[in-house]
């Protein structure tokens, strides 16, 4: 039994995003010239003459990144249902809400300060 | 308003089926960056799973936790780790991969079997639906309220873990004495050692 209501717009929308890259794609090979060399094959980097290939080692600088994304993304996960029901909670669950907040303020202090958030 | 009983069976056969084709993708396929989208695509499957069982909030966490959070992570450990190399040809590789398909398939069935021989306990009650996310909160807060707390510890030790282990700050000695394989070695964990030990 399905009882979530409002769904029936994400599947419209489902639908209609389906179309678009189909559309895209079946109008750009409508109208584009079918001329054939090596400069149509290169990779568009926004009018920039793309260098080597794409395959290959980044720096594992960038793995802190992510981790560091990845610990806040669990964090959303967490205070999502907080503010779903932040109008039923009261002040005690808002200062509740603000301790896990604070202890997850401390780790990003301590990652700025250790240099993760800069990007060299 | 609510989705019709025709279009919940009509979406749950190509969730199904999306989840079981990129599923298939991501061993067969032999580029492992093909495979690590697949995998995304498998999860958000997935979601649309939950998202057709009720649980729209577990769905929310699928798509940010698994999509957005894992499979990311997967995908810059590809990156980092992206070599093009040749591999040689393992002796006998097609017994190899009949014994393993066979090892899976017994799997398969003995799940299989579980799956059906239980007696699931299937609940009449309604689901809560739209109000499911209030009563998590509503949890949280009060008789989850400890938890909850420590599950910020747990991510701000996560995160501290993450940078020291990434900034390689405690290079053991062995490592850079011995001379460790040119193409095992990161660029940067080099420059991250003597920087290190000029700090000491």
């Known amino acids: ?120 | 308003m609510n989705l019709a009983e025709g279009v919940q069976i009509v979406s749950f056969g190509i969730l199904a089926a999306a989840v079981l084709i990129s599923a298939l993708g991501v061993v067969l396929l032999k580029n492992v960056v093909y495979s690590a989208f697949l995998l995304g695509g498998s999860f958000i499957s997935m979601a649309g799973l939950y998202f057709l069982l009720n649980a729209d909030f577990v769905a929310a966490a699928q798509v940010l936790v698994y999509v957005g959070a894992i499979n990311v992570l997967i995908l810059f450990a590809i990156m980092l780790v992206n070599k093009q190399e040749e591999y040689a040809v393992v002796k006998g590789a097609g017994v190899r991969q009949v014994a393993t398909g066979l090892v899976c398939l017994g799997l398969f069935a003995l799940l299989g079997t579980m799956v059906v021989s239980t007696p699931w306990a299937i609940s009449s009650a309604t689901p809560a639906g739209d109000s499911s996310i209030v009563t998590i909160g509503i949890h949280f807060f009060t008789d989850f309220l400890l938890p909850f707390e420590l599950v910020s510890v747990l991510l701000l030790i996560a995160l501290v873990g993450a940078i020291v282990l990434a900034r390689r700050e405690f290079v053991p000695e062995n490592l850079s004495a011995s001379g460790e394989d040119e193409a095992l070695m990161l660029p940067e964990r080099q420059r991250e050692m003597v920087s290190s030990r000029d700090d000491n």
Do not use: H
Not at chain 1, 56 to 61: A, G, T, V
Not at chain 1, 93 to 98: D, I, N, T
């Open chain 1, 1 to 120: 039994m399905f009882v979530l209501t409002g769904y029936e717009y994400l599947l419209g929308f489902l639908l209609v995003c389906g179309f678009v890259p189909v559309l895209a794609l079946t109008a750009s090979k409508l109208v584009r010239p079918s001329r054939r060399g090596p400069v149509r094959r290169t990779t568009y980097e926004s009018g920039m003459e793309p260098v080597g290939g794409a395959w290959i080692q980044f720096n594992i600088r960038y793995y802190m990144f992510a981790l560091v994304f990845v610990v806040f993304d669990v964090e959303t996960v967490f205070l999502y249902p907080w503010a779903v029901a932040f109008s039923q909670l009261g002040l005690l669950a808002f200062v509740e809400a603000l301790i896990f907040i604070t202890i997850l303020v401390i780790g990003l202090v301590y990652a700025w300060r250790k240099g993760a958030l800069e990007w060299s």
